[in-house]
């Protein structure tokens, strides 16, 4: 069992940058592969990124590459998104996502298994 909770959402500016983290709760955290999902109102779930258990594979959806960075830190239990360049296309509520292949991550947000709250990310133009 895995439980997930986002932080750092907010309210920035077109061309700003936030980072959000993730803190996992569970002994087996390092063995999960991790992502982000956002959800813009009236849209459906997309995937945004994608860290494999080591964090040494990366994914990242063509909407965000260049801007965004996923990472982790095993021992802290915690997943990141570092968000550059931010545009007013990015608001969204990002939800930080778990599970055990890193293939069904990718090609989420079905059939993954854990999920956090959410948090909300308004970029301001």
């Known amino acids: 069992q895995v439980q997930l909770v986002e932080s750092g959402g907010g309210l920035v500016q077109a061309g700003g940058s936030l980072r959000l983290s993730c803190a996992a709760s569970g002994r087996t955290f390092s063995s999960y592969a991790m992502g982000w999902f956002r959800q813009a109102p009236g849209k459906e779930r997309e995937f945004v990124a994608a860290i494999a258990w080591s964090g040494g594979s990366t994914y990242l959806a063509d909407s965000v590459k260049g801007r965004f960075t996923i990472s982790r830190d095993n021992a802290k239990n915690t997943v990141y998104l570092q968000m550059n360049s931010l545009k007013s296309e990015d608001t969204a509520v990002y939800y930080c996502?778990?599970?055990?292949?890193?293939?069904?991550?990718?090609?989420?947000?079905?059939?993954?298994?854990?999920w956090g709250q959410g948090t909300q990310v308004t970029v301001s133009s």
């Open positions: 996502a778990a599970d055990l292949k890193m293939h069904t991550v990718v090609a989420g947000p079905e059939g993954v298994d854990y």
